[in-house]
C-alpha cells in the first residue's frame, strides 16, 4: 500500500507565497516521475508542474518563472514552492506520483498514486 500525503496548503494573499510538500510512504520500489496537479471549481484537472526521478522539470505556462518543483529523494517528498501567487492560483492541489511497488505477487509494477488533495485560496 502506498500513500502520498499532502500538506502546506492555506489561504494567502496575493503576491505571496506558499510551499506544498508531499510524501510518499509504504511499500515503494522506487519513485519515478511526480507532478502536481490543481483543479479550480468547475475547471478540469491539470497539469502544473512535474519532476522526473533525474531532476528535470516542466511547467505549465501559467506558472512558469513563479512556482519551483523540486524533489528530496532521500525523503520521499516532492515540493512546490509557490511565489508571487494570484487568485486564479486559487485551487485544490493534487499530487501524482509514478511509483514502481510491489503487484499481487510481490513483483515490481509501476502504479499510478494521488494524494488527497490540498486547498490553496489566492485572495485579492
Known amino acids: 500500500q502506498v500513500q502520498l500525503v499532502e500538506s502546506g496548503g492555506g489561504l494567502v494573499q496575493a503576491g505571496g507565497s506558499l510551499r506544498l510538500s508531499c510524501v510518499v510512504s509504504?511499500?515503494?520500489?522506487?519513485?519515478?516521475?511526480m507532478g502536481w496537479y490543481r483543479q479550480a471549481p468547475g475547471k478540469q484537472r491539470e497539469l502544473v508542474a512535474a519532476i522526473t526521478s533525474g531532476g528535470s522539470t516542466n511547467y505549465a505556462d501559467s506558472v512558469k518563472g513563479r512556482f519551483t518543483i523540486s524533489r528530496d529523494n532521500a525523503k520521499n517528498t516532492v515540493y512546490l514552492q509557490m511565489n508571487s501567487l494570484k487568485p486564479e492560483d486559487t485551487a485544490v492541489y493534487y499530487c501524482n506520483g509514478d511509483v514502481e511497488s510491489p503487484d499481487p505477487l510481490g513483483a515490481p509494477y509501476d502504479y499510478d498514486y494521488w494524494g488527497q488533495g490540498t486547498q490553496v485560496t489566492v485572495s485579492s
Open positions: 509504504g511499500s515503494i520500489f522506487s519513485i519515478n516521475a
